[in-house]
């Protein structure tokens, strides 16, 4: 059963950068699939923040494109996200997730349960 | 990036059919089978219930089908129940290895 855990800070100043981190069980990431990063603000609907692929390649959401980085560590069957200069708008619960596993591979099949980042000082 | 478009709330009878609507652009739900739904209750996770604008993967009751005409996805739920009271999301691949959601639909079970 595959199973992904965010982890990180819940809280994060204005102006700094967001940093977490998604652990994989179940299943080596080194294997394949596209491992994904998913935010909701509070009260609103989800937004797609990117994904990345086993082998490193990275594919962003162009809104956020020049704030953004995912990265993979497969010896710790982890990935991560890093979102630069934030402001109170990227107050959001944050969701890892994989893509895969079922038809074309576009969909997400696991979630993590989700983490809450506040941007406030 | 625009999200697709989808109303903002729905609602029905225990043992009616409803449906949402997902509207997008020849660049995402148009151009690609890659459409995917997913149910959200609240403080939860997502829940994937439907892959490939029509598919269903193991332990989603068929009550919940798939269709896409032109630029638009569709999600039946028929044989409403109360359990099926959350928001549905649809997502679509979008060109260059890219996801696009929509906005969301609430579904309230009257």
């Known amino acids: 059963q595959v199973q992904l855990q965010e982890s990180g800070p819940g809280l994060v100043k204005p102006s700094e950068t967001l940093s977490l981190t998604c652990s994989v069980s179940?299943?080596?990431?080194?294997?394949?699939?596209?491992w994904g990063w998913i935010r909701q603000p509070p009260g609103k609907g989800l937004e797609w923040i990117g994904n990345?692929?086993?082998?490193?390649?990275?594919y962003y959401n162009s809104s956020l494109r020049s704030r953004v980085t995912i990265s993979i560590d497969t010896s710790k069957n982890q990935f991560s996200l890093k979102l630069s200069s934030v402001t109170a708008a990227d107050t959001a619960v944050f969701y890892c997730?994989?893509?895969?596993?079922?038809?074309?591979?576009?969909?997400?099949?696991?979630w993590g349960q989700g983490i809450l980042v506040t941007v406030s000082s | 990036q625009s999200a697709l478009t989808q109303p903002r709330s729905v609602s029905g009878s225990p043992g009616q059919s409803v449906t949402i609507s997902c509207t997008g652009t020849r660049s995402d739900v148009g151009g690609f089978d890659y459409v995917s739904w997913y149910q959200q209750h609240p403080g939860k996770a997502p829940k994937f219930i439907i892959y490939d604008v029509n598919k269903r993967p193991s332990g989603v009751p068929d009550r919940f089908s798939g269709s896409k005409s032109g630029n638009t996805a569709s999600l039946t739920i028929s044989g409403l129940q109360p359990e099926d009271e959350a928001d549905y999301y649809c997502c679509s691949y979008r060109a260059t290895y890219t996801l696009v959601f929509g906005g969301g639909t609430k579904l309230t079970v009257l």
């Open positions: 990345i692929y086993h082998a490193g390649n990275t």
């Open positions: 997730a994989r893509l895969g596993g079922y038809g074309g591979g576009w969909s997400l099949t696991y």
């Open positions: 179940g299943y080596s990431i080194n294997s394949g699939y596209y």
